[in-house]
């Protein structure tokens, strides 16, 4: 990539093709590498799987700000609706609005606890009563009754039934049985006449069996002691207890409150490890329609960079994935901006780190790492797609396999992150590529064509591995050439490109840390150089986002400014400029909440203003 022209590339959003024989065997492969044995690229551990009809999610009550929503729905189609009332006079007691058609509501004023200051009530339906749940002013959890058939009038209170809580809810099985749930997930059995606890309150959480591995495999951050932080509640749903609570983890960047859920046979679990169920959704509700859809309360609070809408209610309809969790449905979106909705631009095939060039014809060219996770010696090789309007692509051959490596792994070894580039001032296409081999780690190799040709064929500029350490990104800037990796490693490379020509640098920001942990890449847009870099944010490996970060600066070797968020689930992207001068990122896809995985796709974006990079709406 020539950075003094800003030449580069996009990757656009089509062709259908079916899912290749390749595709089924990678699905039934199983990994190399034990960090993919349950990773959140897997479709099975997905949160987010959007139709292509998925709409966001709407705005159902509008009329205050709010938070904490509950709703529940009664057997004649009454719905009730409240939560913590923000902002606008006024906002003392349990205030409760009703409606026929969830669209046009009704307010009943303030039907319980005047005069205090009452936040995150609960609303549930039983048969003909009317019940809330609520911490009052001093911290004691009560439950209110009242009638389904007169809501405004007067309701009758229990006495203290716990001390020191917030976000009370109430829980009735199927046999009678109630339980009173609490703060991140207490819990206690109440008498009959709801006036007690039955019981001591215990805590739960997820089955402490699930980690007797260390971690469990796949798996980096599992969160061992909470199924969320606040606003516990369960539901029960074909015999299985289901543990709701919300937690904010810093996905994406941004304190994102997101709903999470845990299932066991009893309303004492044992649990399962605690699974992402409806971003960006705030503390929820769960209620039921007329049709027997489950539905979660959608009420995001304004810090959430990427909630659709904020202190108002929607609902988000659940569905059961293959695999018997819950998730939100394929027909909805609960994430704003262009990334949310994209769609892979080669369906059927798996193709994680994809990267694009705009090649000397005029030719754009792809490349990524294959067979899911990568192919493994001697299976394979690389393959070569081409573009010529950035819609329709055509798999070619093999520009490079294991015969040509001249080296024979000892041990397992994987093919990673291949990035091509067109170096105009050498007048032909450079390859890097990493091997990961158990036992020795990542190195990087450089390929270039002999032929000035995309399709090579290659040759190794040295005569063996050319650094340690994996994704490898050759770039120009001006008339040098040089090696970008490992996190921020570059260096400039010789007249020969079979060496470095001087010392290897480090690209770190102001604190000096790396801008991203792997997967980076360079462009550089007027006189400013954008570093771009993937990191996890959130928790690592499991239910975080799979990020690309970014980092500026006038001068190639930084420093660079703090690094910020550029495109959400778009980490190990390479951001190139297209013909007419647009600018966007490649994506594959690698976490839970992305729009699709291990796939190779395509983000818009803005780079330049402020010395920003943002996702562009399209």
Known sequence: MNLRKGCAVVVALTVALSASTALAEAKR?????????????????????????????????????????????????????????????PRDGIQLWTSKDRRNWQSLGIVHARGERIAAPEVSVHGETLYLAYADSSGCAR???????????????????AENTSDVSLFVDDDGKAYLLWGAGMIARLTPDL??????????????????????????????????SAGASMFKENGRYVLVANEVTGRMRSPTDDVFMAEGPTPYGPFSFRYLAVPHAGQTAIVRDEQGTLLASYNPKCEDDFALFCEQVGLAPLERAPEGRWRQSANILTESGAVASAHASIPGEFLRDPSVALGGDGQYYLVGTQG???????????????????????????????????????????????????????QTYYMSFSIMERGVGGQTW?????????????????????????????????????????????????????????????????????????????????????????????PLRTHGTYDMMYGTSKSLFGPYTKRKLGAPHAGHGTPFRDKDGRYWTTMFGNDVTSPYRRQFGLVPLEIGDERAIRVRAE
């Open 29 to 89: 492969r199983p990994p190399a590498d034990d960090i993919f044995l349950d990773h959140p690229s897997q479709d099975r551990n997905a949160t987010v799987m959007p139709s292509p009809q998925a709409k966001p999610v709407e705005t159902i009550f509008t009329a205050r700000s709010m938070l904490d929503a509950s709703i529940a729905r009664a057997a004649n189609n009454d719905w009730f609706l409240t939560g913590t009332v923000l902002r606008e006079l």
């Open 143 to 161: 439950i209110a009754r009242g009638s389904v058939a007169r809501p405004a009038e007067p309701y009758a209170a229990s006495p203290c039934l």
């Open 195 to 228: 006036q007690k606890l039955a019981e001591a309150p215990r805590f739960l959480k997820p089955d402490q069996a699930l980690f007797a591995q260390d971690p469990p495999a796949g798996k980096d951050w599992p969160v061992r002691t909470r199924v969320g």
């Open 372 to 426: 899911g996770f990568g192919l493994v010696y001697p299976e394979g090789g690389i393959n070569l797609w081409r573009s010529s309007d950035l819609k329709t692509w055509e798999k070619g051959g093999t520009i490079f396999d294991w015969k040509g490596l001249g080296y024979q792994p000892k041990n397992v070894a994987e093919l990673w992150a291949p990035e091509i580039s067109w170096i105009e001032r050498d």
């Open 446 to 538: 450089i390929y270039r064509s002999k032929t000035g040709k995309a399709e090579g064929p290659y040759q190794n500029v040295a005569k063996a591995a050319f650094v340690k350490g994996i994704d490898g990104f050759v770039f120009q800037d001006g008339d040098d050439v040089y090696l970008l990796w490992g996190g921020g490693n570059v260096g400039k490379l010789n007249a020969k490109r079979d060496a470095f020509d001087g010392p290897v640098r480090r690209l770190v920001d102001t604190d000096g840390a790396h801008i991203g942990y792997e997967g980076n890449a360079i462009i550089k847009v007027g006189d400013t150089y954008f570093v771009t870099g993937a990191e996890w944010n959130g």
